[in-house]
């Protein structure tokens, strides 16, 4: 940990705050001049107190011991370029409309790498004009299945969670041309061209 760093953080945030020194320090039960010793670089807050000043700025550990707060750009956000996450221990699906720091289970999370699919495991047939009708032949048993399937346009995403021995039959209302997505843990994020 760079103390100059995490302390010019700690300075930033709290000031951002509207608080003072004696503020922050009794809302973690420590002396302003231990908040002081920090700002100034001379010191870093004990570990045990980490948690507590994550809740009291709301931002994550890791930006308070890298002494950085990275902001992405403000852009418009076009949603084919969605990101998907997975937390491997828990399941939870993320999604982002921009590269971001996604965290789930005390671990960072690396955006899913889209693969163009190649065989005919998928079909998507456009129903009366007004739906899409997904079907596969994937084995949905619980050491490999399809997790979910998502429907991207321009401005839309819709997300369909699937579960071990379901069978994959899904219905999405037609948007328009886009991406069809699913992820399995053994092959990964897969897309097809609508």
Request: charged share 30%.
């Amino acid at each position: 940990m760079d103390q100059e760093k995490v302390g010019g953080i700690i300075k930033t945030l709290r000031k951002d705050r509207g608080m003072t020194q004696l503020e922050l320090a009794l809302c973690l039960n420590v002396t302003d001049r231990a908040v002081s010793k920090w700002e100034r670089g001379l010191g870093c807050p004990d570990i045990s107190l980490l948690t507590r000043l994550s809740e009291i700025f709301s931002v994550d550990i890791g930006s308070i011991i890298d002494g950085d707060m990275e902001e992405n750009d403000k852009r418009s956000g076009n949603m084919k370029k969605t990101k998907f996450y997975v937390c491997p221990i828990c399941g939870n699906i993320i999604t982002a409309s921009e590269n971001t720091n996604v965290s789930c289970c005390g671990r960072k999370l690396e955006g899913l790498e889209e693969k163009k699919n190649v065989d005919e495991e998928i079909k998507i047939e456009r129903v009366d004009g007004t739906e899409l009708y997904i079907s596969s032949s994937h084995p949905m048993t619980k050491d490999d299945y399809i997790s979910f399937f998502s429907y991207v346009t321009s401005d839309s995403l819709l997300l369909k969670k699937l579960y071990p021995e379901w069978s994959v039959e899904i219905r999405f209302p037609w948007l328009g041309h886009g991406k069809i997505m699913w992820y399995s843990e053994k092959e990964g994020l897969k897309y097809k061209l609508i």
